[in-house]
């Protein structure tokens, strides 16, 4: 009855006492559901009606806290700048059978990972979709797809190149460029890196990516460069312009684009 649903239990999480509502355990939790609807009987009450012991469990309370806030408000979150506690949360939601939590947290890993703003079916579509890519939830926690795939990824990529660096979007590198989609597509956490070394020269990246992002301003780079004292010498034009397009087949763009690029640098040399 609701007198029973709304008896408070005492939860001792490693050390930690939480009470909590025995109804709020149950409903979200099969651990606690299996627990607590076999041990906890009106005889196990004190003097004042309320229950007399704690049950332990020997497991991380900061974790709980986590988990203990979706089975009271139904809102998943996970604290993005504690990597460590996010682990130990994911794990412990799986321990506790805490399966609305993990639906959730899966649907949305799937929807990021796929790179779609929302879910093609429904939550439980998508977390079953996860566990077919990615087998168990200790497997995706071990192999760093949870929790960095939960949050959202950035768009901005830092490409450091010498001592310069310059800034890209990932969604236009990966539409344009076999080269950087191998590198940020090849596995699913590679999208959500925000750095890269490059070994290139950087007068050569900066004029690449310009391309790729805004033709005109790799024009107008060009031009500046060529207009330099080093640009007045036609052995520094060809090495150069020659440096760019080797870089650019490296990149590989899609065959007209690529055209429009060679197009774009070719009159800029002749200019």
């Not at 930690?16 to 509502?21: D, K, Q, Y």
């Not at 609305?100 to 079916?121: C, E, H, P, Q, W």
Request: some cysteine; overall charge negative; aromatic content about 12%.
């Amino acid at each position: 009855d609701d007198g029973v649903s709304i008896e408070p239990v005492n939860v001792d999480m490693g050390g930690v006492l939480f009470r909590v509502s025995k109804i709020t355990l149950m409903d979200n939790s099969s651990y606690f559901e299996s627990l607590l609807s076999d041990r906890w009987k009106i005889d196990d009450k004190d003097s004042d009606g309320e229950s007399s012991d704690a049950v332990f469990v020997d497991q991380d309370p900061k974790a709980f806290e986590v988990l203990l806030n979706y089975m009271r408000c139904g809102m998943v979150y996970l604290p993005r700048d504690e990597p460590y506690l996010c682990r130990k949360t994911l794990m412990l939601a799986e321990y506790l059978g805490v399966h609305g939590f993990l639906v959730t947290v899966k649907a949305i890993t799937m929807k990021n990972v796929s790179r779609r703003d929302d879910y093609l079916t429904d939550e439980a579509s998508e977390a079953a979709q996860f566990d077919v890519r990615f087998g168990s939830l200790r497997a995706a926690v071990n192999d760093g797809l949870l929790p960095t795939c939960y949050f959202p990824p950035g768009d901005s990529l830092k490409i450091r190149v010498s001592d310069r660096v310059f800034h890209a979007s990932k969604s236009i590198l990966v539409q344009k460029s076999e080269y950087f989609s191998r590198l940020l597509t090849s596995n699913p956490v590679d999208y959500w890196r925000e750095e890269y070394v490059s070994g290139e020269n950087p007068d050569v990246m900066e004029v690449a990516l310009q391309m790729l992002s805004s033709p005109n301003s790799a024009f107008t780079t060009m031009t500046e460069k060529f207009h330099g004292v080093e640009g007045r010498s036609v052995k520094f034009r060809h090495f150069y312009v020659q440096a760019i397009l080797t870089w650019l087949d490296k990149l590989g763009l899609p065959a007209d684009f690529r055209d429009n690029c060679v197009q774009t640098i070719t009159h800029t040399f002749n200019a």
